[in-house]
């Protein structure tokens, strides 16, 4: 067996058998001739992944802001009651409960994944109802949730990019009247930036993995979609998957890969019938395979790789460790993977809605997706707006549309907004002053992650999920990521207890600086970020919390807190 | 081999195209921290000690090569500050007990923490339960003082190329594991070699750790003649004419007062210019005079202990926690990892020497009550300056006291300045 197996080989075991057992890692171990920790290491990476026998059905239910606005807490609490179970132990022999991040379901949530399929809007009754059924015999897959995203807003005057009529093959067959470079110039001059949320040139992405010599070439498709908040590709992937199959294949029509990786996130897995259904079609039209379209010697096949839950492997280096069957750290880099990407080949990584960017830019012309947009930024963006809105779901924006159109009644109906927190966790927030930015690279640009918060909610609470997020989502592997972030949620914590000095909020800003020094990659330096936006720009939020200075040198310190246990202690143990 | 100049901290610096910063610097007299670095290993930049700034940005200078006209600043005051509160981090992160580690006096981690002048951390420990997973047939790992350098899973293979370390977990609770089947391949000089090869006192070998006596340690002497600076300490001038400290232990040994009476015959020198009010040395149980200085030995572990430090700061103006449980907690700290039930009941219910079914933990409303965990001093009062060590050196705790309170400059000598 190969080591970029491994993961498939993991998920064998763990939905034939619910975990993966010692006997499991040691067979598995001799098989790749490496010793059984390395086998447990990566098992023990990736969130679903057990190693613990579970119940014949595992609910991942997930903890997201949203969701813990939307009623996390009383969801969590019947599943409990009704289950028997707790949350993040083993469970019985029917149910296994465990939280999760973010699922891609922020529109609908609070949300679970039930044995891998989708249960959204879930409330206690609804909960209540669904353990009913399995424990009368139902599968799950018959009575999962649609949860196919709305598509709120198109822009008018023809001004639409994506979610216009689409027919399969289009764009290969519009694509193929060129030459690679022919491709990858139109690409270049419509200046299209990755769409995953770090904006990168595609053009020069893909022009450089062409020029890069090598026997052989990957095309990756990086549907790892895990920055809470964006759901934007999920909703690509049902709506118009082949736009997307057809990016992969144009993609490697110029740089000249011959085969295509799907990485698609494990909380996705309920879509993989249906794109594997899709492959076929493509296969069966002689869009996929050999000689495509009759063009002697360009072959091109598409496989799908299932991730194993893991944040960090939305980053295109850690997403290629992944996929080698390893533990999804982003290594020191010293090349660029569209030189030395997945096996050391040259390698294009780019997001799901890149792809279908591409495929709509060779079907409609650049020029016609130059006109759209501002000038650094032409054309459209999905956004996945969610929270305290009337319309949470897919917008399909202009570049330039700012915050407020978003907000607007016309858009997605927001409820006195107050903090809406652009891109994530890892992006930005803003305060109701900025409601005038642009989402445009000349202002402020979004990944996808939209989301919004009425004057009612707790920012503390907010940037404490945010902190939680980061704290179990780090790889581990660099200093300041992995205890700096740790230190930083016992910090909010802190607050939230009603201890907070002007002392506490300087820190916050010095150590998330630090944090953003010193980090290995982007998730460390990008982690810090809402905490310290959020104390600079709600700064009337944060003196209400600082504690009146009580004149001498006497630091704050909540006796009653820590005499608490003792006292409840000696109250139980004695008479 | 074709020679390159780059600059380091704005000096012209040459060597062999490619080589690796950290060995490039050394060689042109320039001395990078690291600790995850070592040797011909693959850069592993898991540290981060060693960030520096290239060509204005910020990177881990081991996964720097050198090459041609290379702009890197290495020491500025924004880098040496990171450079510290990195360390800082990975002692809140672990439970670094240093005066009980065996590695203690050979360990890199702490001399970087002496080299850096880490006196106490600005960040609050963390107190995580770690594993201390003695299975293994020569090996014991000890998860309270690994820093996740990765040299070990690096470098750390047996004879028919099987790893025996690696990561599992992530995020906040990744831990370095062993393999038990492939560690029993190891002989005992290659398992000796993981021992010195990590870079803090994680990986140990039975039977093989307490090897050097106190003296002969690689890091006790230190650089000759290197002192450390106390001008950053502010001078507090009173008018008094005697200079007055008060002194206290709590959640203490009494150590740290029996290192203040090391200085022998200093001590009747001392006593001609300074007087001393509430101590344990006059057995005065009361301030009777606002005092200069208060000396703080051991945390807070009860009531009473914080009762006491308020006390002190009232009464005095300068507050000096005093040896390494003042400043955060120290060997009493070592329950902080464990719930207060489990603590209390192993201590006065489940213990072999509790009467079989005790029932009782002792209270009173005369006895202190016990706190969650233990404090640090600075996490309940402010407090001015802290002296490090089990116990401080004499002269290190004399001097500091001297330097505040009296006009002329003093410094520490490398040798004082220690955790263990």
């Not at chain 1, 939905?15 to 920790?37: D, P």
């Not at chain 1, 010599?213 to 920055?227: L, Q, R, S, V």
């Not at chain 1, 005038?436 to 992650?449: A, F, H, M, Q, V």
């Not at chain 2, 300056?385 to 500091?400: D, E, K, L, S």
Request: a negative charge; proline letters at 4%; glycine letters at 8%.
């Amino acid at each position: 067996m190969e080591r970029i197996h491994l993961l498939n080989k993991l998920w064998e075991y763990q939905h034939q058998f619910g975990y993966i057992s010692k006997k499991a890692i040691s067979e598995i171990s001799i098989l790749l001739n490496v010793s059984a920790i390395e086998i447990e290491s990566v098992i023990s990476f990736y969130h679903f992944f057990q190693k613990n026998p579970t119940g014949k059905h595992t609910i991942y239910l997930s903890n997201n802001i949203i969701s813990e606005l939307k009623g996390f807490a009383e969801v969590k609490t019947a599943f409990e009651k009704e289950t028997g179970c707790t949350f993040n132990e083993l469970g019985n022999e029917e149910f296994s409960l465990f939280e999760t991040s973010c699922i891609g379901l922020n529109d609908q949530s609070p949300a679970a994944l039930i044995n891998f399929q989708p249960f959204a809007d879930l409330t206690p009754k609804k909960v209540s109802l669904i353990i009913q059924k399995i424990r009368n015999g139902e599968n799950v897959i018959n009575f999962a949730s649609k949860v196919k995203s709305k598509i709120h807003f198109i822009p008018t005057n023809n001004k639409a990019v994506i979610f216009k009529p689409y027919e399969i093959g289009t764009s290969i067959k519009e694509g193929l009247k060129y030459t690679p470079q022919q491709i990858i110039d139109k690409i270049s001059k419509s200046k299209l930036l990755g769409c995953g949320g770090a904006f990168f040139e595609v053009g020069y992405k893909w022009q450089s993995c062409k020029n890069n010599e090598a026997d052989a070439k990957y095309i990756i498709c990086n549907a790892d979609e895990g920055e809470p908040g964006t759901f934007k590709d999920r909703a690509l992937l049902q709506h118009l998957p082949g736009l997307v199959i057809e990016g992969m294949i144009l993609a490697g029509y110029a740089t000249g890969a011959r085969e295509g990786i799907f990485y698609l996130r494990a909380e996705y897995q309920f879509l993989l019938k249906e794109l594997e259904q899709q492959i076929k079609q493509f296969h069966d039209k002689n869009l996929l395979g050999k000689n495509i379209q009759e063009i002697e010697g360009f072959n091109f096949e598409i496989r799908i790789q299932l991730g194993g839950g893991s944040y960090v492997c939305g980053a295109a280096s850690a997403l290629i460790e992944s996929l080698e069957g390893r533990r999804g750290e982003p290594p020191v880099r010293t090349w660029s993977a569209t030189k030395y990407g997945f096996k050391n080949k040259p390698t294009v990584v780019n997001n799901v809605e890149t792809l279908a960017y591409a495929s709509r830019i060779i079907e409609l012309g650049e020029d016609f997706f130059l006109t759209i947009g501002t000038p650094k930024s032409p054309g459209t963006k999905l956004i996945s707006i969610s929270g305290d809105v009337a319309k949470p779901g897919i917008y399909e924006i202009e570049y330039g549309t700012t915050i407020g159109d978003l907000l607007s009644i016309e858009m997605s109906q927001a409820t006195s907004p107050y903090l809406v927190q652009v891109s994530g966790p890892s992006g930005e927030c803003l305060n109701t002053t900025e409601f005038n930015r642009k989402i445009c690279k000349e202002d402020i640009l979004c990944g996808g992650s939209f989301m919004v918060f009425n004057r009612n909610r707790d920012i503390l609470q907010i940037l404490r999920n945010f902190m939680e997020f980061f704290k179990e989502e780090s790889c581990g592997v660099c200093t300041p990521c992995r205890a700096g972030n740790f230190i930083l949620t016992e910090k909010v914590k802190k607050i939230q207890r009603g201890l907070c000095t002007q002392e506490d909020l300087d820190e916050i800003q010095q150590w998330g600086n630090i944090i953003k020094l010193s980090s290995r990659c982007g998730l460390g330096k990008a982690s810090p970020n809402a905490l310290i936006m959020a104390t600079e720009k709600f700064k009337d939020y944060f003196n209400v919390k600082i504690a009146p200075n009580n004149g001498n040198q006497n630091v704050e310190f909540d006796m009653e807190n820590a005499i608490y246990e003792f006292d409840s202690l000696i109250k139980d143990t004695q008479l | 081999m074709e020679n390159i100049t780059f600059k380091l901290d704005g000096r012209i610096c040459t060597a062999e195209k490619g080589l690796n910063l950290i060995e490039a610097a050394k060689q042109n007299g320039i001395f990078i921290p690291t600790l995850c670095h070592f040797k011909h290993l693959n850069p592993l930049g898991s540290c981060r000690v060693c960030t520096v700034n290239l060509n204005g940005r910020s990177v881990a200078g081991c996964t720097i090569q050198v090459q041609e006209g290379m702009d890197i600043e290495v020491n500025t005051i924004e880098l040496l500050d990171t450079r510290k509160a990195i360390l800082e981090m990975m002692f809140v992160e672990g439970n670094h007990f240093c005066p009980s580690c065996e590695k203690s006096g050979d360990c890199q981690m702490q001399n970087l923490g002496y080299e850096t002048g880490i006196r106490f951390t600005r960040f609050p420990h963390l107190f995580v339960d770690r594993l201390v997973d003695a299975r293994p047939e020569r090996i014991v790992i000890n998860q309270n003082r690994c820093i996740k350098c990765k040299r070990c899973i690096e470098e750390v293979k047996t004879a028919d190329g099987y790893n025996v370390f690696s990561f599992t977990e992530r995020g906040n609770s990744t831990k370095v594991s062993i393999d038990y089947k492939q560690e029993a391949k190891l002989s005992e000089i290659e398992a000796e070699r993981a021992m010195q090869i990590c870079p803090t006192g994680s990986i140990l070998v039975k039977g093989k750790t307490f090897s050097k006596p106190f003296g002969d340690r690689q890091f006790d002497l230190g650089p000759e003649g290197k002192l450390f600076s106390l001008d950053k300490i502010k001078k507090h001038r009173t008018k008094n004419k005697k200079k007055r400290i008060a002194t206290t232990s709590l959640a203490g040994c009494f150590g740290c007062h029996m290192s203040m009476l090391d200085i022998d015959l200093g001590l009747l020198d001392l006593l001609e210019v300074v007087e001393f009010n509430k101590s344990p040395l006059t057995d005065l149980k009361n301030f009777t005079e606002h005092c200069d200085i208060g000396l703080i030995e051991g945390g807070c572990c009860n009531t009473n202990n914080i009762e006491v430090l308020r006390e002190f700061r009232k009464h005095c103006d300068i507050l000096v926690s005093v040896g390494e449980c003042a400043i955060w907690g120290g060997l009493p700290a070592i329950r902080n990892t464990f719930p207060l039930e489990e603590c209390l009941r192993e201590a006065y219910l489940e213990s072999m020497t509790s009467e079989e079914g005790a029932t009782i933990i002792p209270n009173h409303e005369d006895i202190p009550k016990i706190l969650n965990k233990v404090y640090s001093n600075h996490e309940v009062v402010k407090i001015d300056y802290h002296i490090p060590g089990c116990p401080p050196n004499a002269n290190h705790i004399w001097n500091v006291v001297k330097h505040i309170l009296f006009e002329e400059e003093y410094s520490i000598a490398y040798p004082e300045f220690k955790y263990d």
